[in-house]
């Protein structure tokens, strides 16, 4: 199974795609084998889909430029036309009421927003990498077998050590 991206930058995920790479966040402890054969293939989707996400907002932001410089010019010559005097401040004004900067500044911000939501994702699973180790830890030590339930105080492995040093004692008797 390949969970290599396909993908190209102009390509957007849709929300459900999103939300199941959300849930892959979580961690299974009997399943770790799984999850660590995955992690690397999954990072890396979730990082291209960052690297997409990012570019569109560039895209976006560019546009947003682009259309104000235009929008500004056209301001402009208007002011110039009519006789008014065409100052910077006048000039913003005019342009971030019209419509076609708020649907540009609109189309921007949704794209940041995107593509904060990837960064954080990216940053969720750089977590999920450590806590894959944390756990085959836990798991390689015994932590989760049915024998490591320990009485507090460490009762359990000062009973044992006792035991050991009373047969050290005896078998020195013993000679």
Not at 23 to 48: F, G, K, M
Not at 89 to 118: S, T, Y
Not at 153 to 174: H, M, N, T, Y
Request: proline share 2%.
């Amino acid at each position: 199974m390949t969970l290599i991206s396909k993908r190209k930058p102009d390509d957007k995920v849709n929300k459900s795609q999103f939300d199941n790479y959300r849930q892959r966040v979580a961690l299974d402890r009997n399943s770790l084998d799984i999850a660590a054969e995955e992690q690397p293939a999954l990072y890396l989707e979730i990082a291209e889909q960052r690297a997409y996400a990012n570019s569109r907002y560039d895209a976006a932001r560019d546009d947003l430029l682009r259309t104000d410089a235009k929008l500004g010019r056209e301001v402009r010559a208007e002011m110039e036309a009519s006789g008014t005097k065409p100052t910077e401040g006048k000039i913003a004004d005019v342009v971030l009421g019209k419509q076609e900067h708020l649907d540009a500044a609109d189309k921007a911000a949704k794209a940041k927003q995107e593509a904060d939501e990837w960064s954080a994702l990216v940053s969720a699973f750089e977590h999920r990498k450590s806590m894959i180790r944390e756990l085959a830890t836990l798991y390689a030590s015994g932590y989760y077998t049915a024998g490591s339930a320990r009485a507090s105080g460490g009762k359990v492995r000062d009973a044992d050590a006792a035991a050991g040093r009373e047969r050290l004692a005896q078998a020195r008797q013993d000679r």
